[in-house]
């Protein structure tokens, strides 16, 4: 099973900005979708942004237009560049992957992958005001 290990998680004030990353001890292109998630305390593991193979990134709206999802084959790994960071983002941040035949949702709201195949331990972002 591919391992997948997050870092770039810090403490930031608000407008600031981090990139995270999340290496596969795998290959990435074998993965359909591939995604991150974030879980703050006392409220459910919510979708961020995907990227899969058949579409473009996709976002919830409430980190659209600050936040990048994109990935580097070569290096087998996942980004995510977040910018204009608010105290909302805080967050432990999780990236998974699914496998060759997993898939990919979104609603108005929200996003994420389908038959997850693996996650990351999670870093974490605490944005301050």
């Known amino acids: 099973q591919v391992k997948l290990v997050e870092s770039g998680g810090e403490s930031v004030q608000a407008g600031g900005s981090l990139r995270l990353s999340c290496v596969a001890s795998g290959d990435l292109e074998n993965s359909y979708c591939m995604g991150w998630y974030r879980q703050a305390p006392g409220k459910e593991r919510e979708g961020v942004a995907t990227?899969?193979?058949?579409?473009?990134?996709t976002y919830t709206t409430a980190v659209e237009g600050r936040f990048t999802i994109s990935k580097d084959n070569a290096k087998n790994t996942l980004y995510l560049e977040m910018n204009s960071l608010k105290p909302e983002d805080t967050a432990l941040y999780y990236c998974?992957?699914?496998?060759?035949?997993?898939?990919?949702?979104?609603?108005?709201?929200?996003?994420?992958?389908?038959?997850?195949?693996?996650w990351g331990q999670g870093t974490q972002v605490t944005v301050s005001s």
């Open positions: 998974a992957i699914t496998g060759e035949y997993g898939g990919a949702w979104s609603t108005g709201d929200t996003v994420g992958c389908n038959g997850v195949d693996a």
């Open positions: 990227i899969h193979r058949d579409g473009g990134p």
